[in-house]
């Protein structure tokens, strides 16, 4: 699910920053940058994560700023720049002409410039409680989405069970007309067949005409997906994946239905109800 977060905290030491990004994904896919010196803290960060979250795709960074106080004093390495010094005069004495090494020659020569030890014990004790307090923000951000996408998905649930009672009452006098299309049809194929017809093959015609006509398993079986899609949406626990796989059924009526659809009016609602279905399924794909 979309959602940003971003806390800022500060101690004697200096300030860290906790910058949180969620975007979808079908699993949990945390990605954690991090300064050198916090790297320690990887392990407690991914643990943290997962009580927190079960879907998306996590980036998650942290900054932070040591205080003037807190920074290590810049030493020189006193022996390595005379050794330097004595190392230039001889390779002159050698071959009497070049250039001398310049301060930022030597300035620039690994080793010549130490820090000392920089204390980040502060930032890195209040690292993890930050990082949990992102967390808990951007979870409460998620559960805003996601109540706008309660309420998207509760309305297109009413509205596939709103074409589903209208085809069950347009299905007594749809049943009707194709009858008496067959009808027609048949007689046609019977006099084509002449002496070859016979009873059993007029039958085996009438069973697979029927069954065409026959899609009560498909409606009664919509109406329990989309029940159960309520049920799943009232409940506390993550649901997207469950959402997922209701999607997929009701994905796989909604195609049957299509197939033995036999006029215009059956065939449109099931063009809607495929609509209605891949809205939801994007948005299903946001939600934990």
Not at 86 to 105: F, P
Not at 122 to 136: D, F, G, Q, T
Not at 189 to 199: D, I, T, V
Request: aromatic share 4%.
């Amino acid at each position: 699910m979309t959602a940003f977060a971003r806390i800022q905290e500060t101690c004697d030491s200096g300030s860290l920053t906790w910058e949180i990004r969620s975007v979808n994904h079908r699993y949990l896919e945390p990605g954690i940058k991090l300064p050198e010196d916090f790297k320690i803290l990887e392990t407690d960060i991914r643990k943290l994560i997962t009580q927190y979250l079960e879907r998306g795709k996590i980036d998650i960074g942290l900054r932070y700023k040591l205080d003037e106080s807190s920074k290590g004093a810049i030493q020189l390495n006193n022996d390595l720049v005379r050794r330097l010094a004595e190392v230039e005069k001889s390779v002159l004495d050698i071959v009497h002409e070049g250039q001398k090494l310049s301060v930022s020659n030597i300035l620039s020569w690994p080793g010549v410039i130490t820090d000392q030890q920089k204390d980040l014990s502060p930032l890195i004790s209040i690292a993890l409680s930050s990082l949990e307090k992102a967390l808990k923000q951007l979870v409460e951000t998620r559960e805003t989405e996601g109540k706008a996408l309660n309420e998207m998905i509760t309305t297109r649930c009413g509205q596939i069970s709103e074409i589903v009672k209208q085809l069950r009452i347009h299905r007594p006098a749809m049943v009707i007309a194709m009858h008496e299309k067959w009808k027609a049809s048949l007689n046609d194929k019977l006099q084509q067949w002449s002496e070859s017809a016979n009873e059993s093959r007029l039958e085996q015609e009438l069973a697979i005409l029927a069954q065409k006509l026959d899609v009560d398993e498909e409606l009664d079986r919509l109406d329990t997906h989309i029940a159960e899609v309520t049920n799943v949406l009232k409940r506390k626990e993550a649901v997207g994946r469950r959402l997922d796989f209701l999607m997929q059924e009701l994905n796989r009526e909604a195609n049957t239905l299509s197939s033995k659809s036999q006029d215009s009016v059956s065939t449109q609602w099931s063009v809607d109800l495929k609509v209605l279905i891949e809205q939801m399924r994007e948005q299903v794909q946001n939600i934990e």
